[in-house]
DNA sequence: TCTGGGGTCCTAGGACCC
DNA sequence: TCTGGGGTCCTAGGACCC
């Protein structure tokens, strides 16, 4: 049996929690840049605001006092989510983390006749120690799960804890769930879906497995398998990431190369410093841009751009000289780019690199080293930085709309603890 | 005027092998 | 007009997740 612990309305309920004055009102909380909405309360979600919507078309709603905004503030969102993480892992015989605001629980050794009140205790002590309110889906396979967690979520009646270990309670919830929230099944999936009279989890259910395998290939196999109560999502044994992306929407269109490449070694830089914090290394580096898709006045160019490297690495000076010769192969003069990235790929760990026969200077590679762990050492001091002079003079977020971040915003953890 | 960021997995098709 | 059969590996792009 798993238990997937899931918090409601994860940034919102974060911002709550050190505003307790923004309870019980429609809040939303926005992407980077201001751009579109990525997290709701019950009661925005009531006023029918999507995921999604751009900010410009929630403004009247901001200034009629009906809707509060909040730019997104990741530094607190990821503070908040280790403690709920510590908590849920001190509590179990293991976790699975699947994101930010989710975890799988193990419940082996919970007597079956104590899981529901186990839970129950637990979304308490979550609430106690942390003041984020989460649920608990009880199921025999992950996919059940997220159906037994909506339903906890969604009914007041469950106190945030629903099991479905019955079979006759699993028959029940598939037929009351439509098929557009079962998971795996997308927003494409959905519809198509629905015109073949497909319109719950159970009418997909009591398909035969070949209907589901031609339409829906092995990924809609191994659904339909999950909802039969068949566990065949196991368990991510592989920790390492197999890719790192830095990537940014800009507030305003650039249209200088300079300006351009000094905020993509911003973003090479962070890449390797998410590489060296992995103890991984990569092996390609690859930079993307891409004009304003929504300006058809403009005119429209998207490229993506790799740089195989010889060798593997994780230096700050490799990783952006790397980028930058990637980005004067993806330049094109005369276009206003709206958003640029990077991305590393080919990652091993840093202990099984393979050296290079040919390395011309091992030296240098020694000296990049050291200056990397400089760098790495700048970073962790407070507030102070240490930069390539190719890099931009400011923070990792200088050109980024950020208008309406809560006042806790600079806050370490320890102010924000004391402040609770 | 203003429209996010960071991931994973699967599939189809091409290149190549015997 | 006719022109095999059976593999593997890689990659780009699509679909999905939060």
Redesign the pocket.
Known sequence: MYGLADCNNFFVSCERAFQPELEGRAVVVL???D??A?ARSNEAKAMSIK??T???QLRPMVESGALVVRSSNYKLYGDLSARVMNILRSSVPKIEI?????AYLHLEGIPHEKRREFCAELVRKVRRGTGIPVSIGIAPTKTLC?VANHFAKRYPGYRGVCAIDTEDKRRRALELTPIGE????????APKLRKLGVETAADLVGRPEAWIRSRM???GV?TWLELRGTAVIGE?TDER?????????FAELVYDKEELKSRVSDFAAMCAK?LRKDGSVAGCVSVFLGT?R??DDLPQYTH?E?NPLKQATNSTISVVGAAVQALERCWREGYGY??A?VVVTDIVPEESMQGDLFEEDPAMREREAMLSELIDRFDSADGQMLKLASQNEGLYSYG?RREHCSKLFTSDWNELMEIH
């Open positions: 992407s980077n840049n751009g579109v990525v995921m999604g751009p900010f410009f699947y994101s930010i605001d989710e997220k079962v998971w795996g099944v997308g927003w494409r999936g290939g092995v990924g191994k991510e990431r197999q890719s790192i992306c830095t990537s940014r929407s998410k304003n929504f300006r993506f790799h709206k958003r990235g980024i």
